[in-house]
C-alpha cells in the first residue's frame, strides 16, 4: 500500500534541496508503481534482475528505472535496453559488459560505482583502493567503452542505531566522491550523482551532501 501523504512530503523536501528521489519498489506489485506513477513519480528502484524485467513492459515507457542491487554480468543483457541509471557498479568486468550490452541497444548506460563503507562484511563495493585500480582502468581505457559514462557513486552506511556512525560514513562516501570527481579530469562534465540515503537515514544522507536517496518502505510499506 502507496502512503501518499508521506511520498508528497519527501518528495517536496528532496526538491526543496535539490536531491532527486528514487522510490524503491522491490518486491512490491505493478499496481502500488501504478498508483504512485498516477501521483506522479517517475523514479523507481528495484533490486532484483528477473522482477525488474518482468515488471517494466507492465508499466509507462517514460519511468526511469534505477538498478540499484547487485548486478552479476551475465545479467546484464536483460535490463540494457531500457535501464535508466545501474547504482552498483563494483568492477571493471562488469563496467565492460554494461559497455557492450548498451553498444548492442545504441544506447549509452550511466553507472553510479558502488561504494564500501559500512562494518558489515555483506554489503557489496570498492575500498579506496579497488576505486583508484577501477578509475584508473577505465581512464586508460575509455575510448574502447563508449556506452557506459561513470556519473558518480553509491553508498550505503552500516544499519545501526548510532547515528554518529551513519553521518561519519556517508561523510566518507562524499569524500570518496569529491576525490574521484576532482582527480578523473576525464569524467568531471557528468560525474555529479552521490546516492546515498534511505528510509532510516536519508535527512542526515542529504545533511552529508547526498544528491540522490533511494527510499522504500516509508513510502510503500514494510516488506
Ligand atoms: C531496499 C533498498 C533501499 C530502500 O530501503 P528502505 O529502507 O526500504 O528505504 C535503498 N537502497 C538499496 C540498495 C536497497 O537495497
Redo the contacts with the bound molecule.
Keep these: 500500500m502507496v502512503d501518499a501523504g508521506t511520498w508528497r512530503s519527501i518528495k517536496d523536501e528532496t526538491t526543496a534541496q535539490k536531491v532527486t528521489l528514487v522510490a524503491?519498489s522491490?518486491k512490491k506489485p505493478v499496481s502500488d508503481i501504478k498508483e504512485l506513477y498516477e501521483l506522479g513519480e517517475r523514479n523507481f528502484?528495484e533490486?532484483y534482475v528477473q522482477e525488474l524485467a518482468e515488471k517494466q513492459p507492465l508499466l509507462p515507457a517514460d519511468i526511469h528505472w534505477h538498478y540499484?542491487?547487485h548486478l552479476q554480468s551475465n545479467k546484464v543483457k536483460y535490463i540494457a535496453g531500457f535501464v535508466h541509471l545501474i547504482?552498483?557498479v563494483d568492477s571493471f568486468k562488469l563496467l565492460q559488459e554494461i559497455n557492450k550490452q548498451a553498444s548492442k541497444h545504441n544506447r549509452v548506460i550511466d553507472v553510479l560505482l558502488q561504494l564500501h563503507v559500512a562494518e558489515e562484511e555483506t554489503k557489496h563495493g570498492l575500498d579506496n583502493k579497488k576505486l583508484v585500480e577501477l578509475m584508473d582502468m577505465h581512464e586508460a581505457q575509455k575510448a574502447e567503452m563508449p556506452n557506459v559514462r561513470i556519473c558518480g557513486v553509491?553508498g550505503?552506511a552500516t544499519f545501526t542505531d548510532d547515528m554518529e556512525q551513519v553521518r561519519k560514513e556517508f561523510r566518507q562516501i562524499k569524500n570518496m566522491f569529491t576525490f574521484v570527481k576532482d582527480s578523473y579530469f576525464i569524467t568531471k562534465d557528468y560525474f555529479n550523482i552521490c546516492s546515498m540515503g534511505?528510509?532510516?537515514d536519508?535527512k542526515i544522507a542529504i545533511e552529508e551532501g547526498s544528491t540522490m536517496v533511494?527510499?522504500?518502505?516509508?513510502?510503500?510499506g514494510e516488506?
Aim: charged share 15%; no cysteine; hydrophobic share 40%.
Design positions: 524503491v522491490k528502484g533490486n540499484i542491487g547504482h552498483a553509491m550505503m534511505m528510509s532510516g536519508y533511494r527510499i522504500g518502505s516509508s513510502i510503500f516488506r
